[in-house]
């Protein structure tokens, strides 16, 4: 585990300071931490995996991808190269106002959005929803809004292992869903995987795949009132 703490931080290239400041520990606590002679908390492990999207199968056996995609700044250097924009004003939809994510992105710039989202330094978005069901959680949760970007080409333009957005057909009715979208060995199908252990993986046929689109950003709604 202590090794993979060194790892984090080399790959996020962040000091321990900074590290430390992210987790709520002192420097000298996360000194003892990557030498063994501290266990990680149950606390500072959430933080890993909720703040800095570090996956938790990797945190805990070593195996897999270590980061999930983020807007967190200290990932700029690890995945992707988007340019951040320095300002946008991001379209936010009711999806069920739209009847679904396909009519969505066939026909966004004559619909209403229900508001708009301004954060700085963002990949360039098309859009944001709120999203339902809890497949990804505790990444996401039912009412978290997800910004994304429009895959046109999906047959060619899948990141393997990435976030998406994803509308699928289901016995003629439209399921949208946030899921990784992996290889599959079937051929002409993709692997579905949820971060909820709960869900078990789906394969799908890419021929029923209606709409696809890369979740570029989360914000988390906080229930508490």
């Keep these: 585990m202590e090794e993979r703490i060194r790892q984090i931080r080399s790959a996020l290239d962040m000091t321990q300071e900074q590290l430390g400041e992210v987790l709520g520990v002192r420097k000298s606590t996360l000194s003892m931490i990557e030498t063994g002679k501290a266990a990680l908390s149950n606390r500072n492990r959430r933080i890993l995996v909720e703040k800095l999207n570090i996956s938790p199968d990797w945190l805990d056996t070593g195996e897999g ?5 983020s807007v967190n700044p200290h990932l700029s250097n690890v995945r992707g190269t988007d340019r951040n924009l320095s300002a946008q004003r991001i379209p936010l939809y009711n999806i069920e106002g739209t ?63 990435e976030m998406y957005l994803i509308s699928i057909d289901i016995d003629g009715e439209e399921y949208v869903t946030v899921k990784y979208v992996q290889r599959s060995e079937l051929p002409d199908h993709i692997r579905l995987v949820s971060q909820n252990p709960h869900h078990a993986d789906k394969e799908i046929h890419i021929g029923g795949v209606n709409a696809l689109a890369f979740v570029k950003a989360s914000i988390r709604m906080n229930s508490i009132r």
Excluded: T
């Design 65 to 69: 991808e270590m980061i999930f995609p």
């Design 99 to 161: 009847a679904g994510l396909v009519p969505l992105f066939l026909d966004h710039r004559s619909l209403q959005p229900v508001d708009y989202i301004q954060i700085p330094n963002l990949p360039k978005c098309d859009g944001a929803i709120y999203i339902v069901g809890d497949s990804m959680y505790p990444l996401l949760k039912s009412g978290d809004i997800v910004l994304y970007k429009q895959v046109n080409d999906i047959a060619n333009n899948i990141f393997w292992g």
